[in-house]
């Protein structure tokens, strides 16, 4: 079975940055795509960026310029770098990675607080 494990979220000023981490094992596993999403209370939960194993990109426009997604096959690991934050940046923040013909797995999420 496969797990994602996020972490490296935290408190932060406005304007702070962040890295976060979604590692997934068992290593072995060959994962295709990965994405960050997030969830804010109230709100429904929103892809944030895609990465494939490639390393072809895709963001949403709140985040562009600011964020970054990438990634390590190597060590199984995909990356956000959260700089510029801003308070409506709040959230929690899940990793998705895609596997096999049509398979998927959730990581249990890190939160980011974003205030003075």
């Known amino acids: 079975q496969v797990q994602l494990v996020e972490s490296g979220g935290g408190l932060v000023q406005p304007g702070g940055s962040l890295r976060l981490s979604c590692a997934a094992s068992?290593?072995?596993?060959?994962?295709?795509?990965m994405h960050w999403y997030r969830q804010a209370p109230g709100k429904q939960r929103e892809l944030v960026a895609s990465?494939?194993?490639?390393?072809?990109?895709n963001y949403a426009d709140s985040v562009k310029g600011r964020f970054t997604i990438s990634r390590d096959n190597d060590k199984n690991t995909m990356y956000l770098q959260m700089n510029s934050l801003k308070p409506e940046d709040t959230a929690v923040y899940y990793c998705?990675?895609?596997?096999?013909?049509?398979?998927?797995?959730w990581g249990q999420g890190t939160q980011v607080t974003v205030s003075s």
């Open positions: 998705l990675g895609e596997y096999g013909p049509s398979y998927h797995a």
């Open positions: 068992p290593s072995r596993i060959y994962v295709n795509s």
């Open positions: 990465i494939t194993r490639a390393g072809s990109t």
